[in-house]
Nanobody, 128 residues
Framework: QVRPVESGGGSVQAGETLRLSCTVS????????IGWFRQAPGKEREGVAA????????YYTDSVKGRYIISLDIAKKMLYLDMNNLKPEDTAMYYC?????????????????????WGQGTQVTVSS
């Protein structure tokens, strides 16, 4: 069972930086994508960034391109999200998720239904 566990959330001022971490237990060859999603109050959960565990290609939603960096340390089974120049609209619960490579459903690397294992989330609050 893959059980992502997030950490690193907090409250910051606009323009500041945060790093989120996610421990992905049982990171194995059947996991081909790991990603970060977020959900703000009253909004649907959206894909923020994802990484392919094989070729390490990365994917970002437009609103975070140039500000967020996703990275994966396979040996440590750790996923990171470096968030720079944070904005109040980045305020949300952030979730780490992992995808099974052999799953039939595939809506893209930032689609919620492409992923199968979810963490409990870590809160990020950005004040102006």
């Amino acid at each position: 069972q893959v059980r992502p566990v997030e950490s690193g959330g907090g409250s910051v001022q606009a323009g500041e930086t945060l790093r989120l971490s996610c421990t992905v237990s049982e990171l194995h060859s059947n996991i081909n994508y790991i990603g970060w999603f977020r959900q703000a109050p009253g909004k649907e959960r959206e894909g923020v960034a994802a990484i392919n565990t094989g070729d390490l290609l990365t994917y970002y939603t437009d609103s975070v391109k140039g500000r967020y960096i996703i990275s994966l340390d396979i040996a440590k089974k750790m996923l990171y999200l470096d968030m720079n120049n944070l904005k109040p609209e980045d305020t949300a619960m952030y979730y780490c998720a992992a995808r099974l490579s052999y799953a039939a459903t595939w809506s893209g690397p930032l689609a919620e239904d492409s992923f199968h294992y979810w963490g409990q989330g870590t809160q990020v609050t950005v004040s102006s």
